[in-house]
């Protein structure tokens, strides 16, 4: 089965010929007079400070604690470590509980 050519051209907007054209010449579109400004200034309010002040705060926080960390691998190598089953099977039933809450 052999596909012919249509025998009207397809529509093309005028934004996309424009810019298929100007772009084909090396010619860019010139900026609206707005952008151009380079006396534009912004200025962040105080939860914006207070955030990033937060946020260098913990960066230089570590993540894990070592020292806990330190300790409970030498308790499992010695084989003091206890798992608290009740314990486990209550913070999982409530993360679910979370999870499934955020959901509805």
């Known amino acids: 089965m052999k596909i012919d050519k ?3 051209p397809l529509p093309t907007s005028a ?7 100007a772009a084909a010449k090396g010619k860019a579109n010139p900026m609206p007079a707005a952008a151009q400004r380079s006396d534009t200034s912004v200025s962040l ?10 946020e260098n705060s913990m960066a230089n ?7 806990k960390v330190a300790e409970i691998k030498q ?9 608290n089953s009740e314990a486990v099977a209550g913070r999982l039933i409530d993360t679910v509980r979370d999870l499934i809450g955020g959901r509805a």
């Open 6 to 8: 249509p025998s009207k």
């Open 15 to 21: 934004a996309t010929e424009g810019g298929a054209h």
């Open 45 to 54: 309010g105080a939860a914006a400070t207070q955030l990033h002040s937060m």
């Open 61 to 67: 926080t570590p993540v894990v604690n070592a020292a």
């Open 75 to 83: 308790a499992i190598s010695e084989g003091r470590f206890k798992v």
